[in-house]
């Protein structure tokens, strides 16, 4: 995994990339970023597909057990996970027992440890965002919460068929972001 450079004023990543080599990003991690870094897979595509299924996989069997789940996000990890447990991304739970968080900013994790029902699930679907301040003791402890990350299972170690999903939507480093793409091929200038 690298890190591309942000750019929330131009909507669109900088930094180096080696010359023909490409960098995979899930919408996700883009959203809330500020002018930070924001995790890539520098990776084939296939490879890049592999390990965000493996991630949709993994938060999607935490969650298969839940009587009303929801997904927050979006990107193509979201997308693939709302795929695998059934649900609607138009229409969901008002008051969800398991929620998958596949942002990686902090406001978007206090946010669904605040809009999970008391006693529910939080499942972190995607690469950690940093430090920042949680109150486990406010935020967890006194409603019974669990926080839960997704087992990254070794992905890129796996071989056999790779699902035809949405492609990647490709963008060269300083061009603004497409609107509605679950996630990004970014090449070089």
């Known amino acids: ?17 080696e010359q023909h080599g490409a960098a995979y990003v899930d919408a996700d991690w883009v959203r809330g970023a500020g002018n930070a870094g924001v995790p890539a897979l520098a990776s084939s595509e296939e490879d890049a ?21 929801a997904v927050a996000g979006h990107g193509f990890v979201a997308r693939r996970v709302r795929e695998l447990l059934g649900i609607d991304a138009e229409s969901p739970p008002p008051n969800p027992d398991l929620i998958v968080e596949t942002r990686w900013d902090p406001a978007s994790l206090l946010e669904s440890t605040t809009r999970v029902a008391d006693l529910g699930t939080v499942v972190l679907a995607g690469p950690p965002a940093g430090s920042f301040r949680f109150d486990l003791y406010a935020d967890l402890h006194v409603r019974g919460l669990r926080l839960v990350s997704a087992p990254s299972r070794s992905a890129l170690h796996t071989t056999g068929h790779v699902p035809t999903l949405e492609r990647p939507a490709t963008v060269r480093l300083g061009e603004k972001l497409p609107e509605g793409a679950a996630w990004y091929r970014v090449v070089s200038s």
Do not use: K, N, Q, Y
Request: aromatic residues 6%.
């Open 1 to 17: 995994m690298i890190t591309l450079v942000w750019d929330h004023v131009e909507h669109a990543f900088t930094g180096e990339l």
């Open 49 to 69: 597909t592999r390990a965000l299924v493996a991630v949709a996989e993994s938060a999607a069997s935490a969650a298969v057990s839940a009587r009303r789940p």
